[in-house]
């Protein structure tokens, strides 16, 4: 089995609306896809933040697991963190990490962490060129956990 990468991130949201604001006005994401979900009825909306950072919202449930399960954190990799903390906070975001450099290795990241409109975890990530690390950019890094 060979993966392409990651297509998207689901993520249950409380307030379908109020987060569909947050990440299209507020982070500046474009609606590339809408429907109906055939279970439910419910409107999913697919933005995308950047190619390839596409975050599903999925209005959440009534069951246990449909209305507590969010995701870890998702990590976007931009070369302005501290523009994207900022960004973040300006459009209703909590800040949990304030931009940071993280050594790890012998590699270091750049790194910043929000809460978003339902408490989901958002990393702002970058890889700081060095050490060979040039060559991992532009490909896809598991994001650290919150440190």
């Known amino acids: 089995m060979n993966f392409k990468g990651l297509h998207h991130i ?3 949201v409380a307030d379908p609306e109020r987060s569909l604001r947050f990440y299209t006005e507020g982070l ?4 590339v896809d809408s429907f109906v979900s055939p279970s439910n009825g419910k409107i999913i909306n697919m933005v995308e933040l950047a190619p390839g950072a596409v975050v599903e919202l999925l209005p959440a449930g ?9 995701w870890a954190h998702i990590a976007l ?5 501290d523009g994207a903390f900022a960004l973040a906070i300006q459009a209703g975001a909590e800040p949990r990490t304030p931009p940071k450099l993280i050594p790890l290795e012998g590699r270091e ?6 809460a978003g409109p ?8 970058k890889i700081i060129p060095g050490d060979g690390l040039e ?5 896809q890094v598991v994001a650290l956990r919150e440190m």
């Open 10 to 12: 689901g993520l249950r």
């Open 109 to 114: 990241f750049h790194v910043a962490f929000v």
């Open 118 to 125: 339902d408490m989901e975890q958002i990393e702002f990530f």
């Open 77 to 81: 990799d931009t070369e302005d963190i």
């Open 135 to 139: 060559k991992q950019q532009g490909k």
């Open 62 to 70: 009534t069951t246990e697991v449909e209305a507590n399960n969010r």
């Open 28 to 31: 500046g994401g474009k609606v």
